[in-house]
């Protein structure tokens, strides 16, 4: 899973650690028992990183995290083009969270069209018959398509 072992995560604990982010990756979901236990005994957060494995949120949502984060951004295979979800257990920190995020500007709708309007232009261009058109057309004009 590509996971940190128990032995290698306590090995690495100190004074200074307040979180350990576990990130679950190429859809292998990470096991965390031992990384919970390792997080309780040195009052220590556990984050869980679903950004790569979010396959539905009852699967996705690991009861054993303190926080878990899922990001819904373009390369995603469950996408809106942007954006994100933390799931926060504990009312404390979230209410931290929500107040530090309370002073974030929020996006414009025309920003999100162009946003969306840019991805969907790099989708249709990377299809290979058209890209292959693109490559074309920037040698004729004498530029270096690298």
């Known amino acids: 899973t590509l996971s940190v072992?128990?032995?290698t995560l306590q090995a690495a604990v100190s004074q200074e650690m307040k979180m350990v982010v576990v990130s679950h990756v190429f859809?292998?979901?990470?096991p965390l028992n031992e990384i919970k236990d390792?997080?309780?005994r040195h009052n220590m957060i556990l984050v869980s990183?679903?950004?790569?494995s979010f396959c539905g949120f009852?699967?996705?949502?690991?009861p054993l995290a303190d926080v878990t984060l899922m990001s819904f951004g373009p390369i995603k295979k469950f996408t809106v083009f942007q954006g994100?979800?933390?799931v926060v257990r504990d009312c404390r920190l979230r209410d931290s969270m929500q107040l530090i995020m309370s002073a974030w500007p929020v996006q414009s709708s025309r920003e999100y069209f162009f946003r969306v309007l840019k991805f969907f232009v790099l989708l249709i261009v990377q299809q290979p018959n058209i890209l292959w058109s693109v490559?074309?057309?920037?040698?004729?004009?004498?530029?270096?398509?690298?």
Not at 49 to 52: K, L, N, Q, R, S
């Open 5 to 7: 072992s128990k032995e």
């Open 27 to 30: 859809g292998c979901v990470a």
């Open 38 to 40: 390792i997080c309780v």
């Open 49 to 52: 990183d679903a950004a790569e």
């Open 58 to 62: 009852e699967r996705t949502i690991d």
């Open 84 to 86: 994100a979800l933390a």
């Open 135 to 146: 490559v074309k057309l920037i040698r004729f004009l004498g530029m270096r398509h690298e």
